[in-house]
């Protein structure tokens, strides 16, 4: 009985760490490389979710194709955004970082209820991603092995592109020491943007996969900035690893709370973070500060 | 972002006219608009609220998304109080949550200033959100989602009762806001204010003549948790209810976008900026709330890129010009 | 007597480069003590060190013979050691007598309080005054220090450390930056010092070194390579070959 219990609850939180890994860890590298705490990431993730329920629900737009309309437009806005807002404030302290994405939010928030409504969006997935599937004699639901399978993948292609392309190498340098990444000649703006929009791209392609776990709603942005960040906290800036652990252990710890002690709904998540936080302020995979 | 103050050892600390503007229209306008007082009592309220977080964000450069969590501390200790305790005496309230905000700030200050930057802007929004799920999940104390209702306030000093048309909650909300703006005045002239400005100014030269940096800092924090605390207490007890977005990540973003508005660093940019929010808001939300929130967000953005000062910045820049242009 | 400060074994790197060798040093009561070397030989890291903005990895700081090595930067202030920096460190949005009283003013403990007006604490700007009518920056008490030239700004941060009132004190290249007729202004300000002021200063110009020094510590990557009075220190072939030779061409 018990064991059935944790196989559940590692089954549903690692679906959902591996879609807040996918959402968050843009932020985790543009973070630690342009220094800026991007609170209205979620933003990206919710529009994602939007283009994705949009297209399907009402363009009877193929799922896979919705998925790739969703990481393209959020990587668009992304791009959009950070050269017209982002990029000149990289220098401009965290206030006025902060109140940018607040303002970025509060708009977000805005155009969500003006153009969907209050409610959640709703999405019917398509048959074949529907229903369970039977491994090793339990059955699980479809839909979230597709996500850990799909996300596992995911994951995969962005190490070995961040890791093992010359593109990933001028990131990390970059990441490092920044300066030194210029006066050696790599164009950082450059970087900085491209990077945005990945980030941005996979933000928006998460909170697509995600829609049956973070429901898309107005208020996402508030709602899910909290768990964002704490990933983003923990896995340490500027990496691509270490957020994923990270992620996985928020993904577990609040599934179980929510499965085992729903009286404290996630209290003990946040207690959880704020003690490691002001214990390791560099997070717990995270080597810089 | 901020002003910036060159002397404090040379200025001069008399109350200029400007400065009894704010009270002279807060009077003026309890006799104007009897109709409007519980709005106007609610922009008191919020104006001390806003003033705190200038103390910590404009005057002691800590960064901060999660105030708003000091101010539903001292709203839950006022309506618990009342509610559970029979505890009624609004000034015994207001003295007790103050007293609670300040020293949780106190201790979540210890904690949370050790670090800086983005993990100091997480920690005290976890902390934040930490408070929110308690009073949440606590239903027994704080009637979660529902709110703390069955509050009620006996008279001030026994005294003056707690009216309908709000004519006692917004004179009681003038008061306490006069005081502790005169005590925020006199302690951001003091040599501890000056001390601020040169922790804000460069943190290794303070650190190098000998300035323990982290406990004034916890000072200030908790100084303006109990100011945060005082200002909860009084929307307890002007609504004689408490809800959960008293203390929401929400409250923390607009009460930003409030000081902005007015101006960082201007003690009397809460003033200005609290006052117009929430008129506009007023005015507009109702009518239009998706509209007033992308407005806001537009706002908002428009000020981090063009006026970085807010209105007051606006009039100083303004004034600045004519000045120069008299010359001329 | 024991001296004013002492160091034993002190040791520091960062990463593979070792910037502090096993250093022992004794710095008298009342000493006028040069440190010199070549870039890069690890004199910035030694005053940090020395004045707590960095730890040692290993070795003891002693302060009229007491520990000092674990306290912070502020509480050895409060011990008695003063510095300047490298490169300006200034309150640079602040008035210049503003800047000089925030270090009198925590000094003499009054800097926490609340409910008095800075202007009103006579005493603390009285002695503010008296420092900068010593340093020749009297007329410029209200000019904010952003605005003020280069050697000027470097006095502010000779004022600075002076109002702490040390009985160490170390200066880091005070006259760095300045044109050379002004920086003799800036050393006749420190020889009017006090005579019982412990002072250590780094320099990179041999004759003002030969001029204000009675002794020399000669730091080369990390350690140091000689002692003395200056007579020895420039009669030194070693010295006179990696580090005399090179600057005097
Ligand atoms: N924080 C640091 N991290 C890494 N290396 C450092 C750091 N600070 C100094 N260094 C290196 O340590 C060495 C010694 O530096 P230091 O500033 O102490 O030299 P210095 O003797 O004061 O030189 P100068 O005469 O140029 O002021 C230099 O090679 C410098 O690059
Ligand atoms: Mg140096």
């Known amino acids: ?289 | ?328 | 007597m024991t001296p004013a400060l002492e160091v034993k074994g002190l040791c520091r790197s960062f990463g593979a480069l070792i910037v502090a060798d096993h250093i022992d040093f004794q710095l008298e009561r009342g000493a006028r003590h040069a440190l010199i070397g070549p870039n890069g030989a690890g004199k910035s890291t030694f005053v940090n060190l020395l004045a707590g903005r960095l730890r040692p990895d290993a070795g003891r700081i002693l302060l009229d013979g007491q520990d000092i090595t674990r306290l912070s930067a502020a509480h050895r202030v409060k011990r008695g050691i003063g510095r300047t920096f490298q490169t300006n460190t200034l309150f640079r949005h602040l008035a210049v007598l503003d800047n000089v009283a925030l270090a009198i003013a925590e000094r003499m403990g009054v800097s926490g309080q609340l409910f008095r007006a800075a202007s009103a604490h006579q005493e603390v700007i009285e002695e503010a005054r008296a420092l900068l009518t010593m340093l020749n920056l009297m007329a410029l008490e209200k000019t904010v220090v952003r605005d003020l030239p280069y050697g000027q700004q470097r006095l502010v941060e000779i004022a600075i450390a002076l109002g702490l009132r040390p009985r160490v004190l170390i200066l880091d290249e005070p006259a760095a930056g300045v044109p050379s007729h002004e920086s003799y202004l800036i050393f006749d300000a420190i020889s009017q010092m006090p005579a019982d002021i412990a002072i250590l200063f780094i320099e990179h110009d041999m004759d003002l070194v030969f001029r204000f020094a009675r002794r020399i510590t000669v730091l080369a990557s990390g350690a140091i390579l000689m002692e003395g009075t200056p007579k020895e220190v420039e009669s030194d072939r070693k010295v006179r070959e990696i580090y005399l030779g090179e600057s005097r061409g």
């Not at chain 1, 392609?205 to 709603?217: F, R």
């Not at chain 2, 601020?196 to 190098?208: F, K, Q, S």
Request: aromatic share 12%.
């Open chain 1, 1 to 289: 009985m018990l064991l059935s219990e944790i196989v559940s609850v590692l089954f549903h939180g690692a679906a959902y760490g591996t879609i807040l890994y996918v959402i968050s860890v843009g932020l985790s590298v543009t973070m630690g490389l342009m220094g800026f705490a991007n609170l209205a990431h979620g933003v990206f993730a919710m529009a994602g979710g939007y283009t994705l329920t949009t297209l399907m629900g009402w363009y009877g737009v193929p799922f896979p194709l919705a998925l790739l309309a969703a990481f393209v437009g959020t990587a668009v806005i992304g791009l959009i955004l950070e050269r017209l807002l982002y990029s000149r404030l990289y220098d401009a302290g965290e206030l006025v970082q902060v109140l940018l994405c607040i303002g970025l939010i509060f708009i977000a928030v805005a155009l969500a209820r003006i153009g969907f409504g209050a409610q959640a969006q709703r999405v019917a997935l398509p048959g074949y991603l529907q229903g369970q599937v039977s491994i090793l004699g339990r059955d699980f639901i479809a839909y979230r092995v597709f996500i850990i399978i799909f996300s596992a993948l995911l994951i995969t292609a962005l190490w070995i592109v961040i890791e093992r392309t010359r593109w990933g190498a001028i990131v990390r340098a970059a990441v490092d020491n920044g300066r030194m990444a210029q006066s050696i000649g790599i164009n950082t703006a450059m970087v900085f943007t491209l990077t945005f929009m990945l980030g941005s791209g996979l933000a928006g392609l998460g909170g697509a996969l995600g829609v049956d776990l973070l429901s898309v709603q107005p208020t996402y942005p508030f709602e899910y900035l909290i768990y964002f960040l704490i990933v983003v906290a923990l896995g340490g800036l500027g990496t691509v690893r270490g957020p994923f652990f990270a992620a996985l252990l928020i993904g577990i710890g609040d599934t179980a709370c929510k499965y085992w002690v729903p009286e404290f709904g996630s209290f003990f998540v946040f207690l959880a973070v704020t003690v490691i936080l002001g214990l390791r302020p560099k997070g717990l995979f995270g080597t810089r500060a």
């Open chain 2, 1 to 328: 972002m901020h002003p910036h103050i060159s002397t404090f050892y040379l200025a001069s600390v008399r109350v200029r006219a400007a400065e009894l503007l704010p009270w002279i229209v807060a009077l003026a306008a309890f006799f104007l608009f009897p109709d409007f007082l519980s709005l106007g009592a609610r922009i008191l309220i919020y104006i001390l609220l806003v003033l705190s977080l200038d103390l910590v964000i404009g005057y002691a450069g800590i960064v901060t998304l999660g105030h708003a969590a000091f101010f539903g501390i001292g709203a839950y200790t006022a309506g618990i109080l009342s509610a559970h305790f029979g505890i009624k005496d609004p000034l015994l309230q207001l003295a007790a949550a103050g007293t609670v905000a300040c020293l949780v700030g106190f201790g979540t200050g210890l904690y949370v200033l050790r670090t800086s930057g983005l993990t100091l802007i997480m920690l005290t929004l976890a902390i934040s959100a930490l408070c929110l799920e308690v009073a949440n999940k606590a239903t027994s104390w704080t009637g979660g989602a529902d709110g703390l209702s069955g509050v009620t306030i006996a008279p001030i000093l026994g005294y003056f009762r707690f009216d309908l048309w709000g004519k006692t909650a917004y004179l009681y909300s003038l008061a306490v806001l006069f005081v502790v703006w005169w005590l925020v005045r006199t302690l951001l002239n003091s040599p501890f204010g000056a001390s601020l400005a040169g922790i804000r100014d460069n943190r290794t030269r303070m650190e190098g003549i000998g300035a323990l940096v982290n406990r004034r800092l916890v000072q200030v924090y908790s100084i303006s948790a109990g100011i945060a605390g005082l200002a909860g207490a009084l929307l307890t007890q002007t609504n004689q209810f408490v809800g959960l977005n008293a203390l929401g990540f929400e409250l923390s973003g607009e009460i930003l976008v409030m000081l902005v508005l007015g101006g960082v660093g201007r003690l009397y940019g809460a003033f200005i900026g609290t006052a117009a929010y929430l008129i506009a808001q007023d005015q507009l939300a109702k009518k239009f709330p998706e509209d007033w929130y992308l407005g806001v967000g537009i706002l908002l953005v428009g000020v981090t890129m063009f006026a970085r000062g807010g209105l007051l910045g606006a009039l100083d820049s303004l004034t600045a010009r004519l000045r120069r242009a008299l010359k001329l």
